[in-house]
């Protein structure tokens, strides 16, 4: 099985980076959203492929 590891975008990591500025959201949030967000594609990926090969 194919393995995807997926990273949330340039501009997506630049609004969370701007909200930090902000002091609205730390550090760790900003680290922690962005894995999540990675984490998510990652699996949805894994699915899609599932799906396309027992087709």
Request: net charge positive; no cysteine; charged share 25%.
């Amino acid at each position: 099985m194919k393995k995807f590891t997926i990273s949330i975008t340039d501009e997506a990591h630049k609004q969370l980076l701007k909200l930090q500025l902000e002091r609205k959201i730390s550090g760790h949030a900003v680290t922690a959203l962005s894995e999540m967000a990675g984490e998510l594609l990652s699996k949805y990926l894994e699915e899609l492929a599932k799906q396309q090969a027992s087709t």
